[in-house]
């Protein structure tokens, strides 16, 4: 196993039980300790955790993946979403993009459409997230919109004031949103209360909204709301979705669709 796929190993682990102990992940990922120990001391430089003594702890409460550490998780399951979510979108939309790793895969089923291949535009994208603003720019058809705002390290999402700017005086056909939570009494969330403002700049500007989350995020809650559950016509979510929590959704007036 590589270093960059351990280190992804050890911080999903992380996130799940928020406490590592040193023997237990190296039994897990079947290496020895001392390469588990000098994997926590390099994340531990960079921040990501904090280092205990055999061990090491999340930081904190409300802890965070970077984008770049969440792209292996549930990954067959986005990406069925994000071809359904594209299959949404019709020829000539304006379509505004939320950052995040399920976005960023509707982004790449979008710029792999045969009927997204030609036009002017085919689409125009508006997305706040770098990452997808870079892959889609090398598509001609696409008209790329990308706002104003400082990037945050961790999504590669540019939040804050300047974004208003471009976001004011905007129309959108439909916002796709990337969420760190979505429940059904608490709408949707993300954990980063500047991005959380962003995307709920999107949503008001689109005619119609859509949330592609992961099974994993439904019923939860995060730090800061985005928009209440009514403010979404369209989830889109993967197989594994407790029913009953997928009922809800439908009773709430949502349609509901499992990719």
Not at 74 to 99: D, F, M, N, W, Y
Not at 182 to 206: I, K, T, Y
Not at 219 to 235: E, K, P, Q, S
């Amino acid at each position: 196993m590589s270093r960059d796929a351990r280190w992804k190993a050890l911080l999903e682990l992380l996130v799940e039980r928020g406490r590592l102990d040193v023997e237990e992940a190296a039994a897990e990922l079947e290496v020895s300790a001392a390469t588990i120990r000098r994997d926590l001391d390099g994340l531990a430089e960079q921040q990501m955790l904090v280092r205990t003594r055999g061990g090491a702890v999340v930081h904190g409460v409300s802890y965070e993946l970077p984008l770049r550490y969440k792209t292996a998780r549930h990954a067959s399951e986005k990406q069925r979403i994000a071809r359904a979510v594209a299959e949404l979108i019709a020829p000539g939309e304006a379509v505004g993009l939320t950052g995040g790793t399920t976005t960023t895969e509707v982004a790449r089923a979008l710029a792999v459409r045969g009927d997204l291949a030609t036009g002017s535009p085919a689409l125009t994208v508006v997305t706040n997230a770098l990452n997808i603003a870079n892959e889609l720019a090398v598509r001609p058809q696409f008209k790329i919109v990308v706002t104003g705002g400082v990037a945050r390290a961790q999504s590669y999402e540019l939040v804050g004031p300047l974004a208003d700017g471009v976001l004011g005086r905007i129309t959108l056909d439909v916002a796709v949103l990337g969420v760190g939570a979505f429940d059904v009494a608490h709408g949707a969330a993300a954990h980063d209360e500047a991005e959380a403002a962003v995307n709920r700049m999107l949503c008001e500007r689109a005619e119609r909204v859509v949330v592609a989350a992961d099974s994993s995020k439904l019923g939860r809650r995060a730090f800061a709301g985005i928009c209440a559950t009514a403010a979404v016509g369209t989830l889109v979510t993967d197989t594994t979705a407790d029913p009953g929590t997928v009922r809800r959704f439908e009773e709430a007036g949502l349609r509901v669709i499992v990719a």
